[in-house]
């Protein structure tokens, strides 16, 4: 099945810093999804892609889609201690078989901020 | 607006007993979904319906059992709760695209 694979696992970093992390797959998506996971709550949307090469920006926060549409980043310019949570991204595709749409999840990058 | 609620938050259940968790969404969307989340291995879809009267099976559905008899509302049944259904629980619900999710705060199962 499509599987998509994110990294970096985790990472530890100082306030202030720069964040990268990314997802790729070997299937072709129509939209990738960015969220974020605070302690003990649900994800919350960030920000939604939908067209390859596409770069859209949310604050600190900017995500790409890929040309190839198989992969997407998200940067956090200028790191704070509220940046700390669980990052997933999602891709979203088309399934012609049956003519459902289908959101796929990454496994999340766990980011932790030292003040 | 409450968007999407979840209860309980919180539930311990022996091997073999039964339960409903709960998710109502105020903002007349069409989609909602159940996933489950473990650690290390992200959200994964159980099961979702595209609207009132309908619903499908996502990648995990083995176990649990859903209806959809209004818009709003979207119940998880465990008909017999298993040690491998400990997990978290979230509901989500969107107007169209499923990309475009509002997740609910989550249940938190235990089951021994």
């Known amino acids: 099945g499509q599987q998509l694979n994110q990294s970096p696992q985790s990472m530890f970093i100082q306030e202030g810093e720069d964040v990268s992390m990314n997802c790729t797959s070997s299937s072709i998506f129509n939209t990738w999804l960015w969220y974020k996971q605070d302690p003990g709550e649900g994800p919350v949307l960030l920000i939604a892609l939908y067209k390859a090469g596409e770069l859209t920006s949310n604050g600190r926060l900017t995500a790409q889609f890929g040309i190839t549409r198989k992969d997407s980043f998200l940067n956090i310019s200028a790191s704070i201690p509220s940046d700390v949570g669980i990052y997933f991204c999602?891709?979203?595709?088309?399934?012609?078989?049956?003519?459902?749409?289908?959101?796929?999840f990454g496994k999340g990058t766990k980011l932790t901020v030292n003040p | 607006n409450a968007g999407v609620t979840q209860t309980p938050k919180f539930q311990v259940l022996k091997t073999g007993q039964s339960m409903t968790l709960q998710c109502a969404q105020d903002?007349?969307?069409?989609?909602m979904s159940w996933y489950r989340q473990d650690p290390g291995m992200g959200l994964r879809l159980i099961h979702y319906?595209?609207?009132?009267?309908?619903?499908d099976q996502g990648e995990v559905p083995n176990g649990y059992n859903v209806s959809r008899s209004t818009t709003e509302d979207f119940p998880l049944r465990l008909l017999s709760a298993a040690p491998s259904q400990t997990s978290v629980y979230f509901c989500?619900?969107?107007?169209?695209?499923?990309?475009?999710?509002?997740f609910g705060p989550g249940t938190r199962l235990t089951v021994t």
């Open positions: 999602a891709g979203q595709l088309y399934i012609t078989q049956g003519g459902s749409e289908k959101l796929v």
């Open positions: 319906s595209v609207g009132a009267g309908i619903t």
């Open positions: 903002m007349n969307h069409e989609y």
């Open positions: 989500a619900s969107s107007y169209g695209k499923l990309g475009k999710q509002y």
